[in-house]
């Protein structure tokens, strides 16, 4: 990581009268934040590295503050990735924000203490990979034809079968061959392009076997064929946080 300046974030403040920013660092350990329009140019600029992002696809399974459960993710959105299984924000190190000077939109916004301001704003232009990869010839092509193949969306239909006890051959080797492909992909664009191989969970997202914990289903490789296990239940959502709903967690 090239920013080497940590910001103190005082985790040891007490509240007090005014409803600024006490800098507790709550939101920074909770999850990385997501991406809107103005953060386009840390990101152009490379003050953020494009290997510290998440993608979280459409229909993703993600962790919702406000109901407390996994839901489908509404919309694509980019991320801070997070560090320590996926929770604290991958720039939060002792107790302080590495990138400080340049951090993101909703780290301006968000305040414990006045939620309603992130509230207007935090659907609102969002970041999504056209934004910032659709230029970029034959990768943005992969991009599509993996989200074409590896849809959210019928993945969650599948699952709910295998986990029902309901799926039939046909289902059970879609899974398997949507995991298959995801795996592949993953594969193929680092061998193609050695310089994409640490930003692989911002150009495809997270690989599709993770999201299946989620759904409950555990998905394991066996002598070189993959193996779908129900689990004995989803996930509890720690792998799967998002600053969905700020101010409400
Ligand atoms: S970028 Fe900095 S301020 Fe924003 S969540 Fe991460 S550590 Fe906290």
Redesign the pocket.
Known sequence: MNASHVYP?DTHRHADASDSCRRC?A??MD???ALHAPDKKLIASGRIPAKYLLTIRRAEPVWNNVIGRIEPAPAELIK?AGRDSARA????HDH?????VD??L??RL?NCRRPQVMRRYYQHNRLNRSHLIQSIAGLWDMVVYHDNQCAHDAISGLARKIVHGDADSDAVAAMTRAIGFDRELRRLIVERYPRYKQMLNFILGRPLYLSLSAHGIDASEREGKIVLRPTAGPSDGSQLRGRQHPGTS
């Open positions: 974030i660092g939101c920074c999850s990385g934040p801070l924000c991958v720039f939060y302080g924000c590495r990138i400080y951090r993101p909703e780290c968000q």
